[in-house]
């Protein structure tokens, strides 16, 4: 691994446990993170993409085995770590957006004490200065209000302002790695830019290297530097934007372009 390369998978197999018995997932899939880098992953529903991020967050399901493959993150394969171990990395130095904020939000707890007992869980932060950064993060994604919001419940707040309190935790804790798997579907296109924005520039002011899940190329063309395709499980191409935009290689890339609505966003 080079000094840029925060994360490493390399040759990784995901089976799941299925009546019929043992079902191949995820099929051999290697890729590099490098500090700072937006790496978009893309495919059709049902292609690996999600229990490939929940592998890289030691998140898969008990039917999910790894057969094959590590996972670095540094120096440290992740694969390796115990529960508590790999708890201790979640959050702080390897964070994660999914797609529906409400699933990530305890209805029964104000949106402050959500951001505190992350900051106080990976940190040795006084009430106040976690209270004041989190403030600040909660600025920084574009929240209006931010002191009185964290003494709103998450029912109170819209999904898109629910999504930007999500990004303003995660990147409260300046994560090596940031895992955003569909972060902006269920906001509208205007929402979704703005999101998308201020995402890639918290990823760029803290060197945060960002894997994006979408199946919407145009969110990958807007914010990644390189895509990979996945099909079935695999890795079927790698390139950068501009290239898989303007020469895809690989029969399924050609139809994912041709299928996609409307034109490229940058
Ligand atoms: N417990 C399970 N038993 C059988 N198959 C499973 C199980 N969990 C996941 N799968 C299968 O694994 C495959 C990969 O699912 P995954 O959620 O990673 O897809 P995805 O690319 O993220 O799709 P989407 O874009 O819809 O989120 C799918 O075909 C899914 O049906």
Known sequence: MDN???LSVDHLHISVSTPQGMKRIVNDVS?????GEVLGLVGASGSGKT?????VMGLLQESAIIEQGTIHLGSKNLLQLNANQMRSMRG?????????PMSAFNPTI?????FMETLRTHTSFSRKEAHELAVTYL???????PAKLMDQYPFQLSGGMLQRVMIAIAMSMQPAVLIADEPTTALDSVHQVQLLEQMYELCQEQETAMLLVSHDLGVIAYMADEVMVMNHGSIVEKASVAKLFDQPEHPYTCMLLQARPGTRLS
Do not use: E, R, S, W
Request: with cysteine; net charge positive; charged share 20%.
């Open 4 to 6: 840029h390369t925060v």
């Open 31 to 35: 890729f590099q993170l490098k500090k």
């Open 51 to 55: 229990m490939t991020c929940l592998a």
């Open 92 to 100: 702080k130095d390897l964070a994660v957006i999914m797609q529906n």
């Open 110 to 114: 104000t949106i402050g004490k959500h």
């Open 139 to 145: 600025a920084k994604t574009g929240l209006p209000h």
